[in-house]
């Protein structure tokens, strides 16, 4: 399957990082769902599912992240997994609703404006549920947020103005509201830096937890 150092890189410094979120959306998958993991990375977060759900497919469109979940996932034995190098702005090749959830993580701030509003949509259209972690807007003042910040800038380039970009815009509830997705739960994580929301087409589930 060949190596890919990036993919190495990602394993030992990022994803630790947010070993918190992964375990809390881990906790939000009922067994045998059919899971969707979309910008899958490494696969970390699809292994996790992958130990409660029925089914997880990962998708990413780079191919160093596939290559290192596929090995990741061949080492560990994990058979109820498939990881795809497809691009998530158009996933007409899935049917409507058949998975039960589809999830993504750490991924929205990363994609341009009018992308994330892309992959968000298809997301909506392909599953039941859709769970969404990615940075808090606007963060609670703090070391923490200073550091995710200074994380951001470092990175540079497209992906820090589409960073600078996502939180200028709202976030995730912005996001939501574009889509047409009623936020039907969130929870802030990590010092006030993340959210976890809980996404729904149905708006009658439109509440949003105080």
């Known amino acids: 399957m060949g190596f890919s150092f990036k993919g190495f890189i990602y394993q030992v410094f990022i994803d630790p990082l947010i070993g918190g979120l992964r375990r809390r959306v881990v906790e939000m998958i009922n067994p045998g769902d059919k899971v969707i993991d979309i910008a899958c990375g490494t696969g970390a977060m699809a292994a996790a599912i992958a130990k409660h759900a029925g089914h997880v497919t990962g998708l990413d469109l780079a191919v160093d992240m596939i290559i290192t979940a596929r090995r990741m996932a061949q080492r560990k034995g994990i058979d109820n997994i498939t990881f795809e190098l497809q691009d998530a702005s158009d996933l007409s090749c899935y049917a409507d609703n058949c998975f039960d959830v589809a999830v993504t993580s ?10 994330a ?53 709202g976030g995730i509830m912005s996001l939501a509201n574009t889509t047409g997705l009623a936020m039907t739960s969130h929870e802030v994580r990590g010092e006030g830096v993340f959210m976890i929301a809980v996404l729904s087409a149905n708006q009658e589930n439109s509440a949003v937890p105080q």
Request: aromatic share 10%; glycine share 6%; proline share 6%.
């Open 106 to 115: 750490m991924s929205m701030h990363q994609f341009d404006p009018e992308v």
């Open 117 to 169: 509003v892309k992959v968000l949509s298809e997301m909506k259209l392909v599953a039941k549920r859709v769970v969404v972690a990615d940075y808090n807007c606007p963060m609670t003042p703090g070391p923490a947020a200073v550091l995710a910040w200074g994380i951001e800038r470092a990175a540079k380039g497209d992906h820090y103005r589409n960073f600078r970009k996502y939180m200028a815009g």
